[in-house]
């Protein structure tokens, strides 16, 4: 784990720059270039508002914001890891030419995906004013969540990247998986739409805990429990910690397997 | 204590592949092998039991015929392979010119990719801003400079490739046959770097079909064959060894995966 903090600090121009180029050629090419990201979140709240209050008639005040508190963190994941999986088999040309320590490149896809999402959370703030929902003092504690979102993003990654060196159906079936999650994560919906005696069912989902406080400081303006939040801390270390050490592991192989 | 160290010394150094024969020929195959485990696979020894020392400032060329395990070599030096036996001592900082373009990245432009190769290497954003002037002036592709790289000529490509990993100043250089895409006027422009290099006590390790180069510029010269040297010494001995042992009537690759 010291490597992981060790590693990344020494090559942080790096991982800068390869976020940098991330972005660069995802907007490449579009006339508004980044202000898709400040842009995206927008139109899918028309969207969503369109849908589920006037299509559908969710009772939830302000459903946008309640839907979107959780899913542009869950965005984040879930671009992070797509994007993440391939980093490693997707920068074979570097890796085969140059020595180079192999985490930067996980680790840029994550940093280029945070961009992303800290920009979001403008449009974020944004809606919340135009719905007239009350801006909470709690949206300060946004930080915290943020980080064990992003400690919990790097473990899948570093674990997702690796096996797609081995296995290439693995990209193929991430995106399967991730589309499963998002069902099975209370996302679109709230535990509390359960019964209590099968939310318990909803506790094995480690996301949950990671993605928990967003809602509840954004939406509700409160503070998760102090369990709830060690809870969020202890998947997302114990996430980093396979992860990382499934990667650490083969690194020095990756580069006959591309 | 080591007396005077020695940027690159290796001892016993094996890279063994494994070759898959892959593509399996029916669908019945593809099958029976996925549930049997069944892949069929045989090891091959890219270099064998290398041991090799090169001194500072020593240009030495490194000669042999495709397959012969040249790159492997260049490339467990440089640090991209880790042997699988063996041990490797590199002192200094390594610049690989390994095939074409050392890590260029072909969406981004000639001078974004002066930087992020600076930075692969090892080197801060700040010595890489200082540097760019002198890269690009060495480079000497116009206005190209601010196109994305995947527009460039090979010739053009390896301009500026030789250009990022000369002026980066490494004390080990590692140049992989790249220059014969070059230009005459820019080979000479890149001879006359590599002299000055020599000439400032760094390392310079040569591979080239070039045997005009080999006798014209290194001190030594190694020849290798099916992962072995089977000589090391004066370049005119190898480059006599080379032209012997690469005539027609010799077979002249080595066997590739049989299933």
Redesign the interface.
Known sequence: MNELVRETYR?R??IW??AM?EL??RY?RSVLGFLWALLNPMLLMLVLSVVFSTIMKINIPHYAIFLLSVLLPWTFFSQSLSYAVESIVGNA????????AKLVFPVAAVASNMINLLLSIIPLALIVVLMGHPFHLTWIYLPVPLLALTIFTLGATFFFAAANVYYRDVAHILQIVLQAWFYITPIIYSIDFFPEKYRWIFKLNPIQFVLNGFRLSVYYGLLPTPESIFASFLCAFIALFIGFAVFRRHQ?DF??YV | MASESVPIRLQGVTQRYRVISERPDTIRELFSRFFRHKTSYHDFDALKDINLTVARGEMLGIVGRNGSGKSTLLKIIAGVYRPTAGRVEVTGTVAPLIELGAGFHHELTGRENILLNGLLLGYSKREMLGRQDRIIEFADIGDFIDAPVKQYSSGMYTRLAFAVATEVDPDILVVDEILAVGDMPFQAKCFEKLKRFRAAGKTILLVTHSMDQVLKFCDRAVYLERGQFLFDGEPEQAVQLYRDRATPEEPVLIEVASR
């Open positions: 090559y121009e790096l720059a390869l180029k660069k050629i490449k040309d570097l890796i085969k030419k140059v020595r180079v020095n580069v006959f």
